[in-house]
């Protein structure tokens, strides 16, 4: 990868994406957001300024949905690309069981980071699931953080509260209470929050705590304006009228044609799902109880149009008998048209451009509409629009002026409207040609990137362009990023504090300044019995510089300098099996043990004091194991007793850091000088013993990956960096 312009990282989790032929509507999961971040990676890989756009997805190797979605990576266009990440399994899942494999998605998405070789400048989270990931991963990378929620959970409760549903009914099966706690925390974070709409903003961020602030930007998508192009260029474009498109034509004039006494007449259209939330009701009576509307146009209400009728609700069938009722009621017989439901999806542009030909009126009654997709495609054709004041439409009659907004639940208002345009040719023709041109201004993915691109760059650090002449000024820069530092070096180095790092003062200093040196090439890290706390105070009581890495109480805790991020990806994997309470409870009942101080017990640390003698391990063995606890018990220097999780040790730490960060085993180094350094000392590829080390890792001498060096305390590790080849030539 060259570095001539941005790297953009897309984040968007759930649901089944893929290039061609996205399965669009197949399940929940897999609708509008899908169709969003596809559109999106190809525009933004289309723009100048852009060098690589990664679409990032889970990884899905499941027979029921095809091998499509097993692929790795699958290009999108010369810049644009899907990548996927396997976790939580091969099976396909619904997005609200994701949850629980999101800190393993983090994981893998920093060694895929590593392996590029380069950090994204920008990571963008789509939906609260993907922008968990992508808020944790642009914090690793020190990358800008943008979050898109497409829907969000409160709002999400509140209808479905209003539909019925019990609390504790909708937190069981869409886990809204977690979900909503995540986007608390995204919205606070973000650096950028992109909307479709302002509404969106007002009514939906605005429930959340943190979701009053001005980083928000309103970047409405692009629609396909090669598919929805002005009716009149049909006209002009006998191309365009293809044996194809003059089926499709006919097809539809046929079926509304069966509905009509005068078909010669403008029509005025409406295409929505059948729910209330649409007011078809208010529509019909509007158009019902004006004569004069109804001798100059008839009405066409496609209820039902989209392919998602799969998963509706129902209320479907209510509203489609309220609509042949009201039919009834009016007397609309010969001027209405409800027609029979069809797979309408390729024939939708052409429906517009018929209506438009007609001088017909687009028109959207709903009580809200948070964006109004329809009433763009429409407009792109050249159809005047009516529709609600209330929400999405707002944006788009500013933004294009080509049409009128009205109170949806005042049918007479609807109805004013529809006739003031209809009887207007000069006004029609405005508004027509208005809408072609704002929706090809505001509403093309062109258009999207370009925006987006802008807002973009006012996030972005300066960059340093160096004027040839000029000498480039040196500056004194911050330190980077966890991430951006554990990937960008080859070399990493953990020691042991006690007696390991520190215990000779004149060797440490000599150290730190190696380190200082080698900064580019080497990174490293304390590991240690010691919580957080104590780790902190031997720093200050010993004088030592920020580590990169601080693996804490025996390896049950990991942090990343220098603002100490905690590796909660660690913490979930360790407390497989893990129950402390009971753990405590049990030991409660030997009086041999002393409960060690507050600083002793962890999360995932149970410590005591133990004098052993009378076999008392293994009496606490045999008790843990009659209750069925399975855990690890580690007795160092004669008095301390750890109990562990069985996944957790200082070793497994760092095996784990070795795997997160893509390092080779032949480039780490663990040092150490006594018994509870030994299982890291020995799962290392490149061990190292200190010279003032304790009786009991003498057994390790014969092992060939352990170097014992003459010298002790940090003279030994400097000794062992230079063996293993760790200080460079
Ligand atoms: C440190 C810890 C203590 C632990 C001991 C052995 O001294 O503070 O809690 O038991 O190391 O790992
Ligand atoms: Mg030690």
Known sequence: MNNRGLYIQLFSIHGLIRGTSPELGRDADTGGQIKYVLELAKALGECEEVDQVDLVTRLIEDPSVGPDYAVPIEPLSEHARIVRIRCGGKKYMRKELLWPHLEKFIDLSIRFIKSQQRVPDIIHGHYADAGYVAMQLAEAFDACFVFTGHSLGRNKKEKLLSDGLTEARIDRQYRISHRIGVEEKIIKRAQLIITS???????????????????????????????????????????LLNEEVKQIRYTLMRELHRFWAHPEKPFILALCRPDHRKNITGLIEAYGTNRELQKIANLAIFAGIRKDIKVMEDNEQEVLTDMLLQMDRYDLYGKLAIPKRHDFSTEVPELYRICAESQGVFVNPALIEPFGLTLIEASACGLPIVATNNGGPVDIVANCDNGILIEASDSTSIAEALLSILIDEAR???FSNNGINGVR????????SEKTLSRFSTLLPERHVADSDAEQAVRELPAPSFGRRLTNVQHLMITDIDNTLVGDDQSMRELFWLLGERREELAWGVATGRSLELTLDAMTVYNFPMPDILICSVGTEIYYGPDLRHDRSWQ???????KAEAIKEVLGSLKFLVFQEAEGQRSHKISYYLEEKEDRLHTIQELLKHHRLRCQIIYSHGQFLDILPIRASKGKAIDYIRYKFDFSPLH????????NDEDMIDSAARGLVVSNHSEELEKLRRKSNIYFSSEAYAAGIIDGLGHYGFLGS
């Open 197 to 239: 709409t302002r509404q969106e903003i007002e009514e939906q961020y605005g429930l959340y705590k943190s979701g009053r602030h001005d980083r928000f930007a309103v970047i409405p998508p692009g629609i396909d304006v090669e598919t929805f192009y002005p009716f009149y260029d049909s006209q002009l474009d006998s191309e």
């Open 428 to 430: 029609w023709s405005e």
């Open 441 to 448: 201004k505001h509403y093309s993915w062109p258009a999207h």
């Open 572 to 578: 979930q994997h360790i407390s497989y099996q893990w």
């Open 668 to 675: 780490v180094m663990v040092a150490g000088d006594s018994g």
